[in-house]
């Protein structure tokens, strides 16, 4: 199936299924679609292998009303065959294989032309964008014509998506495309926070907050960088098991404690860890995570999305004691120019990608993967187009 080369549909509408989804909560429903060529600067990708992550359950909630827009196609987690590209793109041809990134590249800002940073002016990640740039319009349409959204950048629960070619990585041939597919979100959030955003040191101590995809991609990368001691923190006691797969070291379960975390934690790891990762999206785990680290050098790193208006949980004062606090996209990846050699690291198995496939679907299960997602019975399911 990897091998599969798009037909010949260059220039011409493709029919195609996607999976729709019309209002908050409601069902995903796949349906024919119109799928428009590539503009200038878009790529037309024929998506083989796609993922659900928390982000897209986030959306699919419409947790957020101010981003919900309807109908769209959901879904940013994805690799894929071009299929054919648009004027002007210059890095990527026909037939090769690629990931789709969320967060992209263009390579021309101020931004992307500093290396301290890997936003973006105008392909950065955006919850609120639902059409292409170059025109204002969408690349999607009903079979009445209708407009449908994107979601991202990217809308992978599609058969076809076009996409801005800032958000489309090339990568070796050789890679396996079912497993590349998680490069596009979360291992990449997780590992490159754990590598680029803390730069976790060989030795080092380590707490993540949140269990999920991207929590265990950081016990991964901490794993690969050496760290001695790699704490977990979930509600979930089934996340203890999957955690010893992963690499995590000692396992606390908040609920079974009758003291606060940051309290066991200085208990465990005296006077607290050298690093720590906030993966939960809720402000009062981001404090005790902030509160698990060492005073004089602790650093803790932002990875869960908060939906409420809640302010950081954090005193001014509480800075002096020398804990550090930060955020991180995408990982700190700069995507288009640092993702191929991150694969090329999964290739050599520096990172285990395996570890995180713990379902494979069908496309037409979409709704049977989101449902895994939300009882917290898999890290990624995969499905495939």
């Not at 037909?7 to 349906?31: D, M, S, W, Y």
């Not at 997780?190 to 907050?209: E, R």
């Not at 690093?275 to 680290?293: K, M, P």
């Not at 999964?346 to 995180?356: I, W």
């Amino acid at each position: 199936m990897e091998n599969s080369e798009p037909k010949n549909t260059k220039g011409k509408i493709i029919t195609c299924r996607a999976a729709i989804v019309h209002g908050p909560k409601q069902p995903f429903v796949l349906e024919e679609i119109q799928v428009l060529p590539p503009q200038k600067m878009e790529i037309r990708i024929k998506i083989l292998f796609t993922s659900i992550c928390h982000t897209d359950l986030s959306a699919w909630k419409g947790e957020n009303e101010s981003q919900q827009a309807y109908p769209r196609i959901l879904g940013h987690e994805a690799s894929g065959i071009v299929e054919s590209v648009g004027e002007g793109v210059k890095d990527i041809e026909e037939g090769d294989h690629v990931v789709p990134i969320f967060n992209g590249e263009c390579g021309d800002c101020a931004y992307c032309k500093c290396e301290k940073t890997n936003r973006c002016t105008n392909f950065g990640v955006n919850p609120l964008k639902k059409v292409m740039i170059s025109d204002g319009k969408s690349r999607f349409l009903s079979q009445n014509d209708e407009p449908i959204y994107h979601f991202l950048n990217t809308s992978t629960f599609s058969e076809y998506s076009v996409i801005e070619s800032a958000c489309v990585v090339k990568i070796d041939r050789e890679a396996p495309l079912k497993k590349m597919t998680l490069l596009s979100c979360g291992v990449s959030t997780g590992v490159g926070a754990a590598w680029n955003t803390a730069n976790v040191q060989s030795g080092s101590t380590v707490a993540i907050f949140g269990l999920g995809a991207v929590g265990f991609a950081v016990a991964e990368g901490a794993r690969a960088r050496g760290a001695s001691r790699i704490i977990g923190v979930d509600i979930n006691p089934d996340k203890s098991i999957k955690g010893q797969e992963m690499g995590v070291t000692d396992f606390i379960n908040p609920n079974e404690l009758d003291k606060p975390v940051h309290e066991r934690m200085r208990e465990m790891i005296d006077g607290g860890v050298d690093y720590s990762f906030e993966c939960a999206g809720n402000v009062d785990v981001l404090r005790e995570a902030f509160l698990s680290t060492h005073e004089g050098w602790g650093s803790t790193v932002v990875l869960g999305i908060h939906p409420t208006p809640r302010m950081l949980p954090i005193h001014p004062m509480e800075l002096f004691d020398g804990r550090v606090i930060t955020g991180s996209v995408f990982g700190g990846f700069k995507g288009k120019t640092q993702l191929p050699m991150f694969a090329k690291d999964c290739m050599r198995g520096v990172v285990e990608l395996d570890k995180f496939i713990t379902h494979e679907l069908p496309f037409d299960k979409i709704n049977q993967a989101l449902e895994l997602l939300i009882e917290g019975k898999s890290l990624r399911c995969l499905l495939s187009l």
